[in-house]
T-cell receptor, first 111, second 113 residues
Framework: QQPVQSPQAVILREGEDAVINCSSSKALYSVHWYRQKHGEAPVFLMILLKGGEQKGHDKISASFNEKKQQSSLYLTASQLSYSGTYFC????????????FGRGTSLIVHP | NAGVTQTPKFQVLKTGQSMTLQCAQDMNHEYMSWYRQDPGMGLRLIHYSVGAGITDQGEVPNGYNVSRSTTEDFPLRLLSAAPSQTSVYFC????????????FGAGTRLSVL
């Protein structure tokens, strides 16, 4: 079952912040975050394991609350290069190491 | 080190034709998978493999077959193509480690007329 992402789309100006959410009805072991540019393959951003960890990469960070089966991706001071579609992928507790992806969140950053 | 290689990049088929989408990785990854991507639907898992000789179904397996005779290769077969299989197909691989990245191939754009 696909995780649910929200919002479906976000439009920002450079320098603004955004939050993308991902939730699942299943108990989760991990959450992956990827970004995809139009016509290209998804590119890995980060992976979070259960334990409520939070990770950061430059001005992009994420949190994972396994009790609520939710993860959030935080983009601060957005840049034009952040534009693309963001996907979360989830692995169920006791499942295979193959993530199931949400429908994606389209992020557009304007100058 | 080429990563995950998919061939062909583009393909046009007629309804009822068969074809095989190729996927190869040179990273000695145990886990490989096939996803299809349709507008507004995200990436949906078709089939996956956790090692040579072991395959299993994902969310949308109907109309597709897979096999895994070697660690490196994981081909996806369409036995009788249908217009509903028009999509972009991505192959991916990763190691068994929990923190390891899943790498995607560049994709195959398939149109079934």
């Amino acid at each position: 079952q696909q995780p649910v992402q929200s919002p479906q789309a976000v439009i920002l100006r450079e320098g603004e912040d955004a939050v993308i959410n991902c939730s699942s009805s299943k108990a989760l072991y991990s959450v992956h975050w990827y970004r995809q540019k139009h016509g290209e393959a998804p590119v890995f951003l980060m992976i979070l394991l259960k334990g409520g960890e939070q990770k950061g990469h430059d001005k992009i960070s994420a949190s994972f609350n396994e009790k609520k089966q939710q993860s959030s991706l935080y983009l601060t001071a957005s840049q034009l290069s952040y534009s693309g579609t963001y996907f979360c992928g989830t692995e169920r507790t006791g499942g295979s190491y193959i993530p199931t992806f949400g429908r994606g969140t389209s992020l557009i950053v304007h100058p | 080190n080429a990563g995950v290689t998919q061939t062909p990049k583009f393909q046009v088929l007629k309804t009822g034709q068969s074809m095989t989408l190729q996927c190869a990785q040179d990273m000695n990854h145990e886990y490989m998978s096939w996803y299809r991507q349709d507008p507004g639907m995200g990436l949906r898992l078709i089939h996956y493999s956790v090692g040579a000789g072991i395959t299993d179904q994902g969310e949308v397996p109907n109309g597709y077959n897979v096999s895994r005779s070697t660690t490196e290769d994981f081909p996806l077969r369409l036995l009788s193509a249908a217009p509903s299989q028009t999509s972009v197909y991505f192959c991916a691989s990763r190691t068994q480690g929990a923190r390891d990245i899943q790498y995607f191939g560049a994709g195959t754009r398939l149109s079934v007329l």
